[in-house]
Every structure is written in structure tokens, then in C-alpha cells.
């Protein structure tokens, strides 16, 4: 059985309040196919203030950098003013990847990923979550 679902993270604490201070930054990491559509029906749902957003896609996947584009570029956000990049990582497995050939992969993966947070430093991060 699939259970799928949206994930956010968000900072908190007293001096952490989301938008209180101005623009929100959001860190979407996309995933393939259909699970970039969507995360992209959540981002639309959020307002202007919801920017910079930044994606994360796999260096790999075309096909999510060119549904981000044409999702940026739509009138809604193009209207706003919005800001947007799209960052590459490696892959951390590939379809019918052994799990256990994928422990170095993500490692790799891994060490692109968190200085890229770290660069970035968003209030929000939100994926798409697959379990087993």
C-alpha cells in the first residue's frame, strides 16, 4: 500500500514567525513526473508573499524544470513580481536502484543538498513524501 502526502517544514519560536517580517522564502524540493504536479497545485495555493522560491530537482529531470518554468511564468505569478531558481542535485537512487548501491548515491546527493540549504537558508521547505 502507497501513502503519498505533502510535506512542510517550517521554522518556529518566538522570534520565527513566517512573513511577520516580510517575504516568506519556500525551498521546494520537486520530484519526477507526476509528484512535481503536485507540489506545483500546493504552490499554487500560497500568495505573493510566498518569495523567493527556490526549487530543488534532480539533475536529471528535464521534464520538472520545464513544468516549474511554465508554472512561474503563468499570469498569476508573473503578475507579482515573483522570484524563482532552480537548483540541480544529483539523483540520490534511480529507479530500480538496489537500496543497497544507494547508500553512496544519497551520501552524493546529500553533500550537494545541505550547503544548498544552508545558502538558501528558506522559512519553509516543502516535498512531496512516498512511503512503502
Not at 517544514?9 to 520565527?16: E, H, P, R
Not at 522570484?83 to 534511480?94: G, K, N, Y
Request: proline residues 5%; positive net charge.
Amino acid at each position: 500500500m502507497n501513502n503519498r502526502g505533502q510535506c512542510a517544514v517550517v521554522k518556529t519560536g518566538s522570534k520565527l514567525k513566517p512573513g511577520s517580517k516580510g517575504p516568506i522564502a519556500v525551498l521546494v524540493v520537486a520530484g519526477s513526473g507526476g509528484h512535481t504536479t503536485e507540489i506545483l497545485r500546493l504552490m499554487e495555493s500560497l500568495s505573493a508573499a510566498y518569495t523567493p522560491r527556490h526549487y530543488v530537482i534532480a539533475d536529471t529531470d528535464h521534464m520538472s524544470e520545464e513544468k516549474i518554468c511554465s508554472f512561474e511564468s503563468s499570469t498569476q505569478h508573473s503578475d507579482s513580481g515573483s522570484q524563482f531558481t532552480i537548483s540541480r542535485i544529483p539523483r540520490s537512487r534511480e529507479v530500480h536502484q538496489s537500496w543497497s548501491s544507494s547508500v553512496g548515491s544519497t551520501l552524493n546527493a546529500l553533500q550537494y543538498s545541505l550547503p544548498l540549504v544552508f545558502r538558501l537558508r528558506p522559512d519553509i521547505v516543502s516535498g512531496h513524501i512516498s512511503q512503502l
